[in-house]
């Protein structure tokens, strides 16, 4: 449980800042999943309307939170 709380939070701090942490163990891209990847260093990103924290437990238990920012 305090996992996702802190996840969460960081996902608040990521919409608040406009900084988006890096992708935790991304080394190599995969051309087929041309995504907007953040290796390695957290990246400034000015505009940021919405953010999703996802969470997995035990016993099949998943939930996903979605935010978004203050008009």
């Known amino acids: 449980g305090a996992?996702?709380?802190?996840?969460?939070?960081a996902a608040i701090m990521a919409?608040?800042?406009g900084i988006i942490p890096p992708t935790a163990n991304y080394e190599?891209?995969?051309p087929k999943?041309?995504?907007?990847?953040?290796?390695?260093v957290s990246r400034r990103a000015d505009g940021i309307k919405a953010v999703l924290s996802?969470?997995?437990?035990?016993?099949g238990n998943n939930t996903a939170l979605v935010l978004?920012?203050?008009?």
């Not at 999943?33 to 390695?40: E, I, K, T």
């Not at 996802?54 to 016993?59: E, I, K, W």
């Not at 978004?68 to 008009?71: E, L, P, V």
């Open 28 to 30: 190599t891209p995969d």
């Open 54 to 59: 996802t969470s997995l437990a035990f016993g």
């Open 68 to 71: 978004k920012a203050a008009s």
């Open 3 to 9: 996992a996702g709380a802190l996840e969460a939070a």
């Open 15 to 17: 919409l608040v800042r």
């Open 33 to 40: 999943c041309d995504l907007d990847y953040v290796p390695r």
